[in-house]
C-alpha cells in the first residue's frame, strides 16, 4: 500500500512538473540522450528493480560531463555505470548523493557545495576527496564496503558533520587526525574495518555520544580521551584483539553507560579510573582470556546492571581470577556471566546474597562445581540459572524461591534435583537435556514425573503463563489423550472452541544429540476447517523409544496460552474465531530432527481452578513476531509455527541502519522541503 502511494504521488508530480523527478531507467535514457529540458530535473532516483538489467551500461553509460546542464538536481540516487567515465562535476545544488557500486577512483565535490548527506556501498572509490574541502553543509556520511577507501581524508573544513558511518570498509588503513577534534560528530561507527590500525592519538569530540569500533582487529591502541568528552555514552571494542589495554583518561567519560570489550582476546588489564565511571552499566569482558588485572574498586559502581567476565565456550582453563569480595558492592547488578570460569564452591564467599539485585546468573561450563553453592539460594531476586555442561555437578538443590528459568543441559553427572514442582514454583522454563543419571535413582525418577504432572501444568494455565520444560524421559504423560507416533496430531475444535478452551499442551519426544539444546523445539499449527481428510504424516525418523531413553532421549512438553497462540493468527478478526471450527493440524520437530512420539491437549477454562496471583514474567521466553512465524507453502490451509528460540545473549543495539532507501527518503525530505 505505501509503495502504491508512492508511485502515485510520483506520477501526480511528474505530471505537474515534467521531468522534474525521474525514476525509471527508460525515462532517464529518454529525458537526457533526448536533449529534453534538463534544467527542470531536481531528482534522479533508480527503482531498486532497475539496478540490475541486461541493457544498463547501454541505455546509460553516460558522458563524465552529464551533469552540467542539471542546475536544480538535489537528490542523485544512483548505482554502478551511470556515466561511461568518471563524472567531471557535480551540481552545485544537490543535497543528497547516494552511489553504490561506484567505479571510480575519486569523487568530484566541489568546495562549498550544498551536499548534506553522501552514501555509498561497495564500488571502486579510493578517495573521497584530496586535501581539506570546504562543505558547510554536510551532516551525514555512510560509506559501507568500500574495499579500496585506505584513508579518510581531511573533514576539518565539514564541521557540522553528525553520523558518520565506515562500515566494512575492509582496507582502511587510518582516518586524519582532523576526526579526533571534530566538535558535532555524534555518532562515529567503524564496524568492520578490518585493517585499521591508527586512530587520531587522543579524542576531543565534545558531542560524540557512540562510538564503534568492533571488528577493528588491527587496532593496536585506543586513544587517550579528553575531559569534555562528556556526552559519550556507549563504546563498542567487540572483537579488537589488537588491544591491550584502555588508557587511564577514560575516566573522564562521566556520562559512559555502555562499555562492550567481547572477544578482546589480548587484553591484558583494566585501569583502576574505569571505577570512576559511574554510571557505566553494562560492561562485557566475554572470551577476554589474557585479562589478569581486575579493578579492586570495582565494587563502587552502584549503578552497574550487567557484568560478563565468562566465556562464550570452553577454552581450557582460563587464568582469569575472580575475587567476589571486588563485586559485592554492586547493588545495581542485575546480570552476571561466569561461564566457563572453573570456580570451586568454597570460593564461592558467604556474602554474595549482597547482590541481592541479581536477577540472572550464567555458570555454565564450570567442571568444578560438584554442587550448588548454598549461598545462591540466598540471592532472592534471581530468576534465571545456567548451568550448562557443568560436568561434574551431581546436586541442585536449594535454588532460591524466585527462580523462573533453570538450563543445566548436558550436566552427565547430575544425580539429584530435589522436588522443583514444589519448590520453583514459579519455574516455567525447565531443561535438563541429557541428564540421563537423573533416571538411576527412584526418588528423582519421581520428582521428574512430578513436572509432567496434569496440577503443575494447570498451574501455569491458571495464571495465563508460558511454560516449557525438556527432561531426561520417553514416555508421553498419561494424562495426554491425544498421543500418536511420529511428529504429528489432529486436534479436533468443538463450537465456540475459543471461549471454552484456555490453551494448548503440546509433547514430544525427542533422540538426543549434541545439538539437543541449541535446536529448540518448534510446533507447526494447521487450521482446517473444510473438513477434508488431515493427510497422513509422512515421518521416516523412527526409534524405539526404549533405545532413546537409554541413548539420552528427552521429553519437551510446552504450555501455550490461547491469547498467545491467537496472536500467530494475527490477520484474523476477533469475530472469525466464532465461526471457525474444524481440526487443528499441529507438527512437533526441531531444526535437526523430528519427533519420536508426540502429544496434545486442550486445556479448558472449567478444568482450572484460578489461582490468586500471578507470575512477573521477568524475560521473554518464546518469541511471537514476524520472524517466528512461518508459512507453509506446500501444505494448504492457514499454517502457522510457534517456535521456541534459544536465548541469545544479544549486544545492545548500538548500530543502526542509516542505508536503506526509506531512510533516505526521509531524512532527504527535510532538506529537500526547506527553503530554496
Known sequence: MHDLIQEMGWH?????????????????????????????????????????????????GLSGDVFYRMKKLRLLDIGGKFTSTQPRCLPVELRWLRWNEYPFLFLPL????????????????????????????????????????????????????ERLILANCWGLEEVHKSLGTHKRLVYLDMNGCKKLKRLPSRLEMEYLETLILSGCI???????????????????????????????????????????????SNLENLPNSICELKYLKFLRLHNCKKLKYFPKKLGSMNMLEELWLGFTYNIGRPQKCIDFHNLTGLSSLRKLDLSWIQIEEQSFPQNLDALASVEELYLSGNSELVQLPSIISHLSSLKRLELNECSRLETLCMLPSSIQVLKAND??????????????????????????????????????DNMLQLSFIKKCAAMNHRLSMAIPGSKIPSWIKQEKRGCRIALKLPHKWHTEIMGFVLCGVFPWNFQSYYASPNITFRIVSDGKVIPRSEVNYMIDATETAQNGGYIWISYIPLGFFQQMYHDLQPEDWSVIEG???????????????????????????????????????????????????????????YEEKFVEKSLMPLRTRTSTRCTTKHIFVRYLSGPR
Open 12 to 60: 501526480i508530480v511528474h505530471e505537474s512538473f515534467p521531468n522534474s523527478r525521474l525514476w525509471q531507467l527508460q525515462q532517464i535514457h529518454d529525458c537526457i540522450n533526448g536533449n529534453k529540458n534538463q534544467k527542470a530535473i531536481e531528482a534522479i532516483m533508480l527503482m531498486d528493480n532497475e539496478y540490475h538489467v541486461d541493457d544498463y551500461d547501454a541505455k546509460l
Open 583 to 641: 481440526i487443528l493440524d499441529i507438527t512437533v520437530c526441531s531444526y535437526f530432527t523430528q519427533s519420536i512420539r508426540c502429544g496434545a491437549h486442550a486445556i479448558y477454562k472449567e478444568d482450572v481452578q484460578q489461582i490468586p496471583t500471578c507470575i512477573s514474567d521477568y524475560g521473554s521466553v518464546v518469541h511471537v513476531d514476524d520472524d517466528d512465524l512461518g508459512y507453509d507453502e506446500i501444505i494448504s490451509g492457514n499454517t502457522y509455527v
Open 411 to 448: 550436566c552427565i553427572s547430575l544425580r539429584n534435583i530435589g522436588d522443583l514442582s514444589i519448590e520453583g514454583k514459579w519455574l516455567y522454563k525447565i531443561w535438563l537435556v541429557n541428564c540421563q543419571k537423573l533416571l538411576e535413582d527412584k526418588e528423582n525418577q519421581r520428582y521428574l
Open 110 to 161: 566541489a568546495d562549498k557545495c550544498k551536499l548534506v548527506g553522501l552514501e555509498m556501498a561497495k564500488g571502486g572509490i579510493k578517495h573521497l576527496w584530496k586535501g581539506r574541502k570546504i562543505l558547510p553543509n554536510l551532516k551525514f556520511i555512510h560509506l559501507e564496503s568500500l574495499c579500496s577507501l585506505t584513508c579518510f581524508p581531511d573533514v576539518s573544513g565539514a564541521p557540522n558533520i
Open 218 to 264: 588491527s587496532l593496536k591502541r585506543f586513544p587517550e580521551v579528553s575531559w569534555c568528552m562528556q556526552k559519550l555514552s556507549q563504546i563498542n571494542l567487540n572483537s579488537c584483539s589488537g588491544i591491550k589495554e584502555l588508557p587511564s583518561s577514560i575516566r573522564y567519560l562521566s556520562s559512559l553507560s555502555f562499555l562492550n570489550l567481547k572477544d578482546c
